[in-house]
């Protein structure tokens, strides 16, 4: 039941993802999102209490479908999966239409719960345990807490996209941010 449900939300969110490009999203209604998904109405509100929520849920997925391949990252070499965790960031909300990413934006800013940035979400606790490991190995140095660098890698990282968000057609933005990333850990590991 539990994977209906997950696949019936990634089914939703990819219907609604697809029809942001062609109609933008402010102008979709649920009833367009249910039709092209050929579910109910019902079962709309079943999973998503409003065209906000699924919103901040479409980024949340990413939270699901990291809990599944955490270990694809190295312990052995935590600056390296460090790096790589926040560039897989990068590149899953760059993969959805920028215009989508400013209403995300706009939800979580809006929105009075702010899940997505919860320090219990599996990617803040994915970054927070590749900086902790990063310090431990000498990769990063300790003049900085642990706190701090992983919340200054998570605003970097959002603040990256936001910067995407304002200038779509003129950034690589994973290239960009590998780059930046990069000279961040080198000021850092000093």
């Given amino acids: 039941m539990i994977q209906k449900n997950h696949a019936t939300k990634k089914k939703i969110l990819g219907v609604t993802k697809k029809m942001a490009v062609e109609k933008g999203f402010e102008s979709l209604t649920i009833r367009d999102i249910c039709k092209e998904a050929k579910i109910s109405v019902g079962a709309f509100y079943h999973h998503f209490p409003s065209k906000e929520e699924l919103i901040n849920e479409s980024f949340l997925i990413y939270d699901h479908d990291l809990d599944s391949r955490i270990d694809q990252y190295d312990i052995s070499t935590p600056l390296l999966s460090l790096k790589n965790l926040l ?97 961040l850990f080198e000021m850092f590991s000093q």
């Fill in 87 to 183: 560039l897989d960031q990068v590149q899953f909300v760059s993969g959805f239409p920028y215009k989508l990413v400013v209403e995300y934006y706009r939800a979580i800013l809006a929105s009075s719960s702010k899940g997505a940035v919860s320090k219990e979400r599996t990617y803040y606790k994915a970054v927070d345990h590749f900086v902790e490991l990063s310090l431990i190995k000498n990769q990063l140095s300790s003049n900085y807490s642990k706190d701090y660098l992983t919340n200054y890698f998570i605003k970097h990282i959002r603040g990256n996209l936001i910067h995407w968000c304002l200038n779509p057609d003129t950034m690589d933005i994973v290239n960009q941010t590998s780059s930046e990333l990069d000279q």
